[in-house]
């Protein structure tokens, strides 16, 4: 089992920049693929940048790209999303996630364990 508890999320104006925190207990966090995923009202849950748990790869969604930036501190056990250039598309409730696997996934399905969300407001 992994525990993992978002925080970092809050109100922000429009071109500002945010960073999310998930610090994970339970078993190797380095031995995990981890994701960061958001859902806003009425739309599905989306990836918005994951991390392999082996060298450290990383993928983003293209509507973050060149804005976000995933990284991870595996003594620390902790994920990270730094944000910036915030536009109110942003806005949603954002949760990390984790995968057991060789490979990273790319849809909610393919995680396992999940946080329980921290809320992201861009104000226009």
């Known amino acids: 089992q992994v525990q993992l508890v978002e925080s970092g999320g809050g109100l922000v104006q429009t071109g500002g920049s945010l960073r999310l925190s998930c610090v994970a207990s339970?078993?190797?966090?380095?031995?995990?693929?981890m994701g960061w995923f958001r859902q806003a009202p009425g739309k599905e849950r989306e990836l918005v940048a994951g991390?392999?748990?082996?060298?450290?790869?990383?993928r983003y969604a293209d509507s973050v790209k060149d804005r976000f930036t995933i990284s991870r501190d595996n003594a620390k056990n902790t994920l990270y999303l730094q944000m910036t250039s915030l536009i109110p598309e942003d806005t949603a409730v954002y949760y990390c996630?984790?995968?057991?696997?060789?490979?990273?996934?790319?849809?909610?399905?393919?995680?396992?364990?999940w946080g329980q969300g921290t809320q992201v407001t861009v104000s226009s």
């Open positions: 996630a984790a995968n057991f696997g060789l490979v990273l996934p790319t849809t909610a399905s393919g995680y396992d364990y």
């Open positions: 339970g078993r190797t966090f380095s031995r995990y693929n």
């Open positions: 991390i392999k748990w082996s060298l450290g790869s990383t």
